[in-house]
Structure formats: structure tokens, C-alpha cells
């Protein structure tokens, strides 16, 4: 067992190792955030200041070296733009998407699960339908357009929600029901499949058989089981969320790692890109790893397999 | 932004600026009108970064002026009336060999923690500066020195005719941070709790959501009227016009296109448009290559005739930019006014056939920065009428610019510059030889530059700097399409916005001029 | 919206190949039909070129709006061009677009998937840790990459959207095939001698194409979504192209004034394409998947 740990340890590393090269050869192929920092048409001796004042004057291995060994040490450099440490404005960047992200998950399931326990109790009835459509729109509308809609209805023209912006709860709702519908469509299907499933098994018939009244046999038995691989799809799909909800954060001006990360790929500011996928990636890397560790716990075949 | 201050002027106006400073203090002097009251909320287009409230880290963009307008204060800067007003510097003036400036403070300035402002401040903000001009000051710069705390002269290496140009100018170093309080705090400190000698201080910075200031009501050059100044980054156009349109904002920054025609029509809101220092261009990095058929003038020509600049202007900016016709902003110093461009489609076509594209031509590419394809969207069909068919590429920003300095680029480019300086400093980077955004050059215009640069009398240096903006509009070297308007709107609460007080700048300003209403 | 799509978990099992069976959704397969004959005739179709406008004419409302004629009958957008062709030549460029990007990600996707699930051990091991890093990488990253190196165009796009989403593929043909090499005829191809990839290339991926099908219904319109995005943020099919996505980008700041037909238009065509693609594709589920048919 500790030797598979070890090794499932040792390819996490290895695959964040990757990870870095990557991003690091990445960023600086695609573009030079001196020319964003200036205006164009400054003068060449000011751009090549600047350069030297970001350390981008230095050969890319040395780059390389340097952003390794402050990795190591637990510092993921200075942003460009903000001149500020970017594990500093991570985390203060990241209890705005948990919170969004949280809600948004929220929202999601709240309108996922009981709409796909619908669809999967009157499969192909009124409620199968709607429910899915439902659900579908959420994943066909693009959210910078519904984002939109929800401002125009409930902001300026109903005058209930804020516009934009961070605070309290009002101004959380758009945009987790933004981002959330989006998910929704995900959630719903995997819980009618997964109770369709459950629902078919044996002990669900035996259940019936014993005569047990039929909301009792949904709502406890079925449910229970259906319910663990949405839970853990919501599990993944929180860290996506916190990864991707630039548009929403854009539409809405809420200040959470997807913007972030935007503005420091469209300012080409190096160390916040590193610092934010690395982070990012890392987080996944890290919950695979215990998924796959606790697997190994439950199910020893898997450690005699690889 | 524009400022600059000639040789000349200089001298001949050192009394004007006594007297200027006079009129302030006597207008300071008044009776106050009661203690600053009220908010004003600004919605802006961009994130705001620390680095901004630090002078000395001033990047070379317009953006950070927002803010230092409101925080800090200059020795000389753009006000209203006058694009190099004294402020902190009650009067000054150049000796007669170029080579040393002598600043006389104002007296009894103090900075937002109580220190007065003195000489001391001023030699060690030009040393401290490190933004985009550094090196251009440094290298140029000999000494500073301090007769008392109000008297202090800088001393170059050699004349250097755009000296205030950089020092008064956008460059960042003659603003004014208090020496003691840095030197306590240290730069980090300095960005998390930055103190000045502007209108207004610091309060608080959350990034990526907002900034708050509060009035300084020992300001010098009058007490501001509103209490409280919030910064808010609203990042969508839309959303921006949203929150103003709901009184989530007083002011919302850059809003174009049918945005602009809403906030246009929405009760109680106002348009506010400045004309900035950005124009924009179409340019031909081909037109030295003899097998082009950009090598063409009489297509470059064709090209200008095409653009129906008027139309175009309206619909983007609702008719606030300006066609001047120049790649050169019309408020920087030197600036030479081409003829005012036409629409002539007729014209057009017939350059084009003369020049053996009777039946039109296909031109290639026509890049652009992805934030203003509209432009190039638009410019696509004026010149498929007159025959002339290209392909748009619009770029993201940053490939843009990369893609533009390392002179990859072909066809036709969609340029623009904002960047501050004056109409040499613009042909250094666009039109002279070796410039970063110059894909060849021209003997004559090159030689223009050189004279120019060592040409210490401001009245010869500007008749070359003419002849030199004359021989690229005769070349057709660039098809220029307009001088930017940047609109921003403004609520219903505001008195005074401040916008289009100082020419070239986008932003309003001066602070302390704004007012909300029924709050005088 | 967002620019990665929720990941799911779903399971895509399988026995009989897809087009044995009868009764396929009637409104959604013919809806995706007439987008794809709208696709391929827009030449014919479409009343104006749909990248030529002129400023004079834009913003024309719909016809049976005040101001609107039949000429222009969905209107004319912000440079003054016909949305109505635009809506055509966009069924094409999205088409396009969507097939080949999910063909793109289910081609990698699958091949991936294929060997790292057969083989197992160190391939297995590289792909899927390539697999997880994959997805902290957002899309978004990725498409100003990929548009800085080689240019804006459609088939960046249609790489871009295709390195995206292959990981979804992988992940679950990767689990099919577990499945399937427990199977008898498998274990009776390996104990005839024949080779690993003769195995894969024979054995297998015949077995995993139905669920690879279903996939690619329930991904075009995540992929189409995802256009629209990219659009929003500057970096999607590059204007004046017509893309439906590129037009709910364009037409979102026209929503605020009152031009609700810029936005609406190709929104309901994205949303006809999405729901008709998922709806052809659950219903394909339940006809492949054996547990699920029981019902």
C-alpha cells in the first residue's frame, strides 16, 4: 500500500512538473506584456527598462530556474500588473468564487436533482420534458447573454437586484443562478440516469414487493443510492466552476479567480497565469489523487492492477 | 495627455505663473463652503492596479492618471486652461543655456499625514521615479539641488528640449510623494497605505472591486465638495451602463457604439465625451517593397478616399472623434493640420484604376487589435466599395502588438497610439527609421527627424517638425482614420464632472472641481 | 458562459449499433436536418451577402416591426448587414465548426482512451495525469494561445474547442473499455495470439463508437456554447464571419437599447441546435444502453 502511494504521489509531481513547463513556455511564446505596460510608440530604451525590471531581460532557462526554486519555497511571484504577490491576491481572489461557486453548486442541484427524480419517475411524461428542457436551456444560452437578460429584467428594469458588483446576498443571485443553470443540465441528466438505475436494481424491486408505499421507496431507498455519483460529479465539477466562471465574473463585475486568471492572460502577466493554473492544477491533481488513494483503501485489486 | 513647456514659453511666462499662482491662492482664501459632503461612485473599465497610486511606478499609460489626479499632486501638470499649470511649484524658470530649472515651491502644502511638502520631497520623488521614462530622465538628468525647502534647481547633462515635456508630462516623476513617510513605510507599505498631497486620500483598496478615497480638506488648491470618492471596476460595457442607468454609479467610464446612443437617450443621463490622444490608422507595412501593390501611392491614397470617415464616426462614437487626418494628435506640441480628409469613392476608384486595378484588387489582410475590430468590421465595406478586398484579422491585444512591433504584419495594419509625449517623440516610434512600429522609411523624412533633434529653438525645430508631418500626408505613408473619442456617462447626482476640463484627457479632472448637485 | 462545460459522469454502455434501431425523436432529428440543408444551401438561401452592411442601414428592425421591410426580414445588425443571412451562412460556420471540433475531441478522445484503457499500467498512468492537468487548464487559456501562435481563423477555433474537450472522451471510452477487456471476446482474441493493436484497432473501438456517438450528440452543443464564449471574450471565430456565437457576442450590447433581434434570433437557432442534438442523443442513450432499455 505505501508503495502505491508513493507512485500515485510521484505521477501527481510529475504531472504538475509538466504542468509548469507547460504554462511557463506558454505564456512567454504568445505574447510580451512590456508593449501592454507601455503605450505603443514609448520609447525603446523605456520598453527595455521595463524588461529589465520584470526580469524578462534574462535567458528563459534562468527564468525558469528562478520561478522553480521560488515554487519550491512557496512563492509564486509578483504579478506584473498589480505589483503584488500572487498568493496574495489569489486568496483574496478565492473566497469570492467559493462563495459563488458554492451558491452557484447550490442553485444547480437544487434544480437538477429534483427535476431529474421527475424525469426518471414519468419517464417520457410532461415533467421528463419540461424538466430536461429546462435544464437544456441552461446549457444552450450563452451566460454572458442570460447574465445580460437577468441585469436588464431584475436591475434596471425591476430595480430589485444590483447590477453588479460583490457585497451581500442580493448581489449573489445573478450570477450564481447564471452560472448555475449552466451545470444544471449536467446534474439532471446524471440524476435520472442514476435513478433509473437504482430504481431497476433488485433491492428496489424487493422493496416495492414488500409492499412499501412508493414515495417512501423514491425518496429513501432510491435516492440515497442515486444520489452518491451526483454528489461526487458535484464534487469535480465545484473545482471546474471555480476555474472557469470568467464570463459570468466579467458580466457581473464579481471578483473571483476566473477573472483573475482573464486579465492576467490578456495583460500577459506572467507569474498570475503560472500562479493560477498552477494552483488550479494542482487542486485537481490533489483531489484525484485522494479519490484514487481512497479507492485503493476500499478495493485492493486496484493496487495489484497498475 | 499634453504638456509641454518650450524654451520660450518658458522664460516669458515665468511671471504669467506668479500671477496664476496668485489668483489660486486668493480663490483658496475665500470662505469655505462648508465641510465636504456626499459620494460619488465611478464605474470603471478597467482593473485598478496599486502601482498606480505610486507615482515613481507610473507604467507609460494614461490609466493611472485617473488616480493620481485624485491622491497625489505635481510640481507642473495639465489643468484646467493650462496644459502645464503650476501647482506645487509656484513659478520656475530655465536658464539660458538649457541646461538647469529653477523651481520655487509653493509654501505651506502639506501631504495627506500632516508633513509639509518641501524641496526635499521633490529631488527625492525625481530620483525614486523607476516607470516607463525612467531611463530618458536618468540618463539626462545630472542633479538635484536644494537651496531651501522651497527652493530647488535640476541640472541636465546637456539641453534637452522635451525635458518638461517628460517631467511635467505623464512620465510620473515630477508628482510628489513625502520622502519621511516612505522612507518609514517602505515602497510595499507605500502601495497598501499611500499618502500625497492631492485632494483626496486614501481610505481604503480592495483589488479587483474597488477603491475608496476620502476628501483632504487641507488641499491648497481648494477644499473638495464631495466627502467620499469610490472607484468601482464594473469589466462589461453593458453592465457598466446598467449600474449607472440604476444610480449604482455616478459616472461610468468608456461606453461606445449603441451603448452610447442609450445613454444618450436615458433621462437624466449625460454623455460626456473627450476627445483623447489616441489616433487611430490604417498603415501599409508594405510600401516599401517594390512588388507590392501597396508600393502604389496612388493606392494608399485610394485607400484614405475610401474611408467614410464622417459615417463611421457616427455610428461608433455618435460623431465625437475627430478625422484630422493626422496620425499625429492634434493637442501634442508641433502639430501640423493636414487637409481635412474626404469621402470620395469616385476619386477612389479612379486612383485605383490608374494605378491598374480597374476591376478592384485583392488587398490581403487587414489586422486590427480584437477591442476595436468594429472599426475594421466598418472599414471592411468602405473599401470593398471602392474595390478594394481584405480580409479582417483581428488579433488579441497583446499578439497584436507583438505581432506589430516585430514587424510580422503585411497588408494593410489598423494602429493606434495613446502614448504621451509630443509630435517627435510620435515620429520616433511610427515614421523615423529604425522606430519600433516603422516598417521602412524615407530618406527626406529621416533626415527631417535628425535635424530636429538637436534643434534646441522651439520656432525652427517646430518648421521641421512641419515639413516632417507634411511629407508623410504627401506620401500617403499612413491612411488615417480619426482621433478617438473616449464617452463616458455621467448620472443624474452629478453637478460638475470634471470630464473635458483638461484637453486630452479622458478621465475627469481636477477632483476637487466636482460637485454634486444641490451640494455646491 | 462558461467556457469548460460541467464534466459528467455518464456512462455510455452498448450492445447494437445505432442505426438498427427504429423510431428515432422526430422533432429534434429533423430540426438538426433543416439546420444542415440550411448549411449546405446558404449559397442559395440566403438573400444578401452576409458580410457586406452598410452603415446607413443598420439596426433595421424585423419586418413586422415599425421601420422594418421584407427586404432585410430578420433585420440588419450593427454594421448594417442582413441577420437573416448571417443566421444562414451562420448555420454553416457553426455546423462546421461543432462537427469538427467534437470530431476533433472524440478522435483524440477516443484513440486515447482505447490505449490507455487497454493498455493500462504506464500509458494508462500518462494519459490520464495528462488528462487531469488538462483540466486546470480553462479553455479560455488555451484560445488566446493558440490565437497568438497561429493567427485568428475557424479552425483555430475548431482546435481549440477539440483540445479542449477531449479529456471527456477519454475519460469515459477509457471506462468502457475496462469493461469491455473482461469481456469473453476479447480474452478469446488475446489467447488466439492476435496482436494488441490489432486488437484495439478490431476488438474494441467497433464496441466503443456507439457510446462515442452519444457523446458527440450531447457535446455539439457545448462545444457551440463554448464558441459563443470564446466570441465574447475576443477570441472566437473572427468577425465578420458569421457565427451564431460571434453574433450573440456582437448583438449582446444591442440587448441594452432595445435591439433584442440581434441576440434573440441566433439564440434560438443555438438553443434549436442544442436541445435537438441532446434530445437525439438521450434518446440514443436509452436505445444503446442494455440496463436502461429493461425498463
Same mark, same amino acid.
Given at each position: 500500500m505505501k508503495q502505491y502511494i508513493a507512485r500515485r504521489v510521484g505521477y501527481s509531481l510529475l504531472s504538475l512538473f509538466l504542468l509548469s513547463v507547460t504554462i511557463f513556455l506558454f505564456v512567454r511564446v504568445t505574447g510580451d506584456p512590456v508593449s501592454l505596460l507601455v503605450e505603443p510608440g514609448a520609447s525603446p530604451e523605456d520598453i527595455e527598462n521595463i524588461r529589465h525590471q520584470l526580469g524578462l531581460d534574462q535567458p528563459l532557462w534562468e527564468q525558469y530556474w528562478h520561478f522553480m526554486a521560488n515554487l519550491a519555497a512557496g512563492d509564486l511571484g509578483q504579478s506584473f500588473?498589480?505589483?503584488?504577490p500572487v498568493l496574495e491576491l489569489y486568496f483574496q481572489r478565492l473566497p469570492h468564487s467559493l462563495l459563488l461557486a458554492a451558491v452557484a453548486m447550490a442553485l444547480s442541484l437544487l434544480i437538477g436533482i429534483p427535476s431529474g427524480i421527475l424525469a426518471a419517475v414519468r419517464v417520457d411524461g410532461f415533467w421528463d420534458s419540461a424538466g430536461k428542457i429546462f435544464a437544456l436551456l441552461g446549457l444552450s444560452l450563452p451566460s454572458f447573454w442570460v447574465g445580460l437578460v437577468l441585469i436588464l429584467f431584475f $436591475?434596471?428594469?425591476? /430595480?430589485?437586484?444590483?447590477? $453588479?458588483?460583490?457585497? /451581500?446576498v442580493a448581489h449573489l443571485l445573478m450570477p450564481a443562478f447564471t452560472l448555475g443553470w449552466y451545470f444544471a443540465a449536467a446534474h439532471m441528466r446524471l440524476t435520472r440516469s442514476s435513478m433509473l438505475e437504482v430504481l431497476g436494481s433488485e433491492y428496489i424491486k424487493l422493496a416495492r414487493l414488500k409492499g412499501l408505499p412508493e414515495a417512501l421507496v423514491i425518496g429513501k431507498h432510491a435516492l440515497k443510492n442515486a444520489l452518491i455519483p451526483v454528489i461526487t460529479l458535484a464534487g469535480i465539477n465545484l473545482v471546474v466552476m471555480i476555474n472557469v466562471a470568467v464570463v459570468v465574473e466579467t458580466v457581473f463585475a464579481w471578483p473571483g479567480i476566473g477573472r483573475l486568471l482573464y486579465e492576467g492572460i490578456t495583460f500577459r502577466d506572467f507569474p498570475v497565469v503560472q500562479g493560477v493554473v498552477i494552483i488550479g492544477g494542482a487542486m485537481i491533481v490533489l483531489v484525484n489523487l485522494l479519490v484514487d488513494i481512497l479507492y485503493a483503501l476500499i478495493d485492493p485489486r486496484i493496487r495489484l492492477e497498475s | 495627455m499634453r504638456t509641454s513647456l518650450s524654451q520660450s514659453a518658458l522664460t516669458t511666462r515665468r511671471d504669467l505663473m506668479g500671477l496664476a499662482a496668485l489668483g489660486l491662492i486668493a480663490s483658496a482664501a475665500k470662505p469655505a463652503a462648508g465641510a465636504p459632503d456626499g459620494e460619488l461612485r465611478v464605474g470603471v473599465h478597467v482593473s485598478l492596479a496599486p502601482t498606480w497610486f505610486d507615482p515613481a511606478e507610473t507604467p507609460g499609460i494614461i490609466t493611472p492618471f485617473m488616480l493620481l489626479y485624485a491622491m497625489h499632486d505635481a510640481v507642473l501638470k495639465a489643468m484646467p486652461d493650462d496644459p502645464m499649470a503650476p501647482c506645487l511649484a509656484e513659478s520656475g524658470t530655465m536658464s539660458a543655456d538649457g541646461l538647469s530649472y529653477a523651481l520655487s515651491l509653493r509654501k505651506g502644502v502639506k501631504f495627506h499625514n500632516g508633513d509639509p511638502l518641501t524641496a526635499e520631497d521633490v529631488k527625492f520623488s525625481l530620483e525614486r521615479y523607476r516607470g516607463a521614462a525612467s531611463k530618458s530622465l536618468k540618463d539626462r538628468v545630472a542633479r538635484v539641488d536644494i537651496h531651501d525647502p522651497h527652493r530647488l534647481t535640476i541640472r541636465l547633462k546637456e539641453p534637452w528640449p522635451d525635458f518638461l515635456t517628460f517631467y511635467a508630462g505623464?512620465?510620473?516623476?515630477?508628482w510628489i510623494v513625502p520622502k519621511k513617510y516612505l522612507e518609514q513605510v517602505g515602497d510595499e507599505g507605500f502601495k497598501k497605505a499611500p499618502v500625497g498631497a492631492g485632494p483626496y486620500k486614501f481610505v481604503s483598496f480592495t483589488p479587483g472591486v474597488e477603491l475608496v478615497c476620502e476628501a483632504f480638506e487641507e488641499y491648497w488648491r481648494k477644499k473638495p465638495t464631495i466627502k467620499r470618492l469610490v472607484f468601482k471596476v464594473i469589466p462589461d460595457e453593458a453592465t457598466r451602463l446598467a449600474a449607472l442607468q440604476r444610480s449604482e454609479v455616478d459616472i461610468a467610464y468608456s461606453i461606445r457604439g449603441e451603448l452610447a446612443d442609450e445613454l444618450q437617450r436615458t433621462p437624466g443621463l449625460t454623455i460626456n465625451p473627450a476627445l483623447s490622444s489616441a489616433p487611430f490608422w490604417l498603415y501599409f507595412p508594405d510600401q516599401w517593397d517594390p512588388q507590392s501593390p501597396w508600393h502604389d501611392r496612388r493606392l494608399r491614397q485610394a485607400v484614405s478616399l475610401a474611408l467614410d470617415l464622417k459615417t463611421i464616426n457616427e455610428a461608433l462614437t455618435l460623431g465625437h472623434s475627430r478625422a484630422t487626418g493626422s496620425i499625429f494628435p492634434v493637442n501634442f506640441e508641433f502639430y501640423w493640420q493636414p487637409p481635412t480628409p474626404v469621402y470620395d469613392p469616385a476619386s477612389a476608384r479612379k486612383l485605383l484604376a490608374e494605378a491598374g486595378h480597374a476591376r478592384g484588387f485583392d488587398a490581403g489582410d487587414y489586422y486590427c487589435d480584437t477591442s476595436y475590430a468594429n472599426i475594421g468590421e466598418v472599414a471592411l465595406n468602405n473599401l470593398r466599395e471602392v474595390g478594394i478586398r481584405v480580409r479582417l484579422r483581428p488579433l488579441e491585444r497583446a499578439a497584436f502588438f507583438k505581432a506589430y512591433s516585430e514587424k510580422k504584419l503585411k497588408n494593410i495594419v489598423q494602429g493606434a497610439s495613446g502614448a504621451f509625449g509630443n509630435c517627435a517623440t510620435r515620429a520616433e516610434a511610427f515614421v523615423a527609421k529604425g522606430g519600433t512600429y516603422a516598417y521602412g522609411s524615407y530618406p527626406d523624412i529621416d533626415a527631417l527627424f535628425a535635424e530636429q533633434?538637436?534643434?534646441?529653438?522651439r520656432a525652427r525645430r517646430e518648421a521641421i517638425l512641419h515639413r516632417l508631418q507634411q511629407a508623410v500626408h504627401d506620401k500617403a505613408m499612413y491612411a488615417p482614420i480619426f482621433q478617438l473619442a473616449f464617452i463616458s456617462g455621467v448620472g443624474p447626482r452629478v453637478g460638475q464632472s470634471g470630464f473635458g476640463l483638461i484637453k486630452g484627457f479622458a478621465y475627469t479632472a481636477p477632483y476637487e472641481d466636482m460637485t454634486l448637485k444641490g451640494k455646491a | 458562459m462558461t467556457v469548460i462545460a460541467p464534466v459528467t459522469t455518464d456512462t455510455v454502455a452498448s450492445s447494437a449499433p445505432f442505426w438498427r434501431l427504429k423510431g428515432f425523436p422526430l422533432i429534434p432529428v429533423s430540426i438538426l436536418l433543416f439546420i444542415a440543408f440550411v448549411a449546405v444551401f446558404a449559397d442559395l438561401l440566403a438573400p444578401h451577402d452576409p458580410q457586406i452592411g452598410s452603415l446607413a442601414r443598420r439596426f433595421k428592425p424585423p419586418f413586422w416591426l415599425e421601420g422594418g421591410s421584407v427586404v432585410y426580414p430578420l433585420g440588419t445588425d450593427h454594421?448594417?448587414?442582413d441577420v437573416l443571412s448571417r443566421l444562414i451562412f451562420g448555420a454553416r460556420v457553426s455546423m462546421v465548426v461543432g462537427i469538427t471540433a467534437v470530431l476533433v475531441a472524440g478522435g483524440i478522445g477516443t484513440l486515447l482512451g482505447i490505449v490507455s484503457g487497454y493498455l493500462g499500467g504506464w500509458a494508462d498512468q500518462v494519459v490520464m495525469r495528462i488528462t487531469d492537468t488538462w483540466l486546470a487548464l480553462p479553455a479560455l487559456t488555451f484560445a488566446i494561445f493558440l490565437a497568438a501562435i497561429v493567427g485568428p481563423s475557424e479552425l483555430n477555433i475548431i482546435l481549440i474547442l477539440g483540445l479542449v474537450y477531449w479529456t471527456r472522451y477519454a475519460r469515459v471510452i477509457r471506462g468502457e473499455v475496462l469493461s469491455l477487456k473482461q469481456r469473453e471476446f476479447v480474452r478469446l482474441a488475446v489467447v488466439a495470439g492476435c496482436s494488441k493493436s490489432l486488437i484495439m484497432w478490431r476488438h474494441i473501438l467497433p464496441n466503443v463508437t456507439n457510446s462515442a456517438v452519444v457523446l458527440a450528440t450531447l457535446m455539439l452543443g457545448v462545444v457551440i456554447v463554448t464558441e459563443a464564449s470564446l466570441s465574447f471574450l475576443?477570441?472566437?471565430?473572427?468577425?465578420?464571419?458569421?457565427a451564431w456565437g460571434l453574433m450573440m457576442a456582437d448583438g449582446k450590447k444591442g440587448l441594452m437599447v432595445g435591439y433584442w433581434w440581434l441576440t434573440v434570433f441566433p439564440g434560438i437557432c443555438i438553443m434549436l441546435m442544442v436541445l435537438s442534438a441532446n434530445l437525439l442523443g438521450d434518446w440514443l442513450r436509452v436505445k444503446l444502453d442494455p440496463q436502461l432499455r429493461q425498463l
Open positions: 500588473y498589480y505589483r503584488t $436591475s434596471v428594469y425591476l /430595480g430589485w437586484l444590483p447590477s $453588479s458588483g460583490s457585497g /451581500g | 505623464a512620465s510620473g516623476a515630477g533633434a538637436v534643434q534646441m529653438d | 454594421v448594417g448587414r475576443g477570441v472566437g471565430v473572427p468577425p465578420p464571419k458569421p
